[in-house]
């Protein structure tokens, strides 16, 4: 059956969905569509009007993290969740976190320096920018320098959906024109350029710069 995504790809949960799709080889249709304004048609199918949803025939799948799950089943290799428990535990929180706590301070940054000004037309709120960079992120990113320590991927030996999680919003970041200081946070700097090199990431992240310099005309 084939599948079909719902979801603006410079959403991080579109991303998130597209990096599985990628590293798992499958083939989709892609419907970048805004989450702002959705029908009712659209709601019946996600009712908190969200993206990213993904359809797969008559199966219909709300939830970036309920869709990586999908996909793990659907297409077990590359596996990209742990068997070990506490790895498979480490990973799912790990997700939980990038999806819901860093992207506070890393979805800020992209909504004032490119959503607002180049999709919106708004001017930049830079206290909100600076709030994010100098007090939400952080302690975020102590945290994750100490994860990550001297491996190469966040949990056990091999890419996960922690760092899939963790790597798109970092990929909003970068678009953002920010990044993660190498000088505070050498692990955690060579960790998101190691995750950003995949081919997965790369095309994607070359994709949203286009849309990003199409934007500011
Ligand atoms: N937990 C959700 C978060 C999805 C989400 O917040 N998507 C944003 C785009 S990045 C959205 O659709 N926002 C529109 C809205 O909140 O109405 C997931 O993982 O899919």
């Known amino acids: 059956m084939a599948l079909k995504l719902t979801g603006v790809g410079l959403s991080p949960f579109v991303r998130k969905v597209r990096v599985i799709l990628a590293e798992k080889g499958l083939e989709y249709e892609h419907d970048g569509m805004l989450p702002f304004g959705v029908s009712d048609e659209y709601k019946q199918k996600h009712p908190m009007g969200k993206v990213p949803l993904l359809e797969d025939g008559e199966r219909i799948i709300p939830d970036s993290s309920a869709i990586a799950n999908y996909l793990e089943a659907l297409a077990p290799q590359p596996s990209l969740y742990p068997t070990d428990a506490y790895d498979r535990a480490r990973a799912i929180w790990l997700e939980e976190f990038a999806d819901t706590g860093l992207v506070n301070g890393t979805a800020t940054v992209f909504q004032e320096r490119v959503l607002g000004p180049l ?90 710069r286009g849309a990003k310099a199409a934007a500011a005309g």
């Open 119 to 208: 999709f919106f037309k708004r001017e930049a709120d830079q206290a909100k920018i600076t709030e994010a960079l100098d007090q939400t992120l952080p302690p975020f990113f102590d945290y994750l320098e100490k994860q990550i320590g001297d491996a190469d991927w966040m949990v056990g030996d091999t890419f996960s959906i922690a760092d899939v999680a963790l790597g798109t919003q970092f990929a909003n970041f970068a678009i953002a024109d920010a990044e993660v200081d190498a000088k505070g946070w050498p692990k955690l700097a060579a960790y998101v350029a190691r995750v950003h090199a995949r081919p997965s990431f790369k095309k994607l992240m070359e994709e949203d």
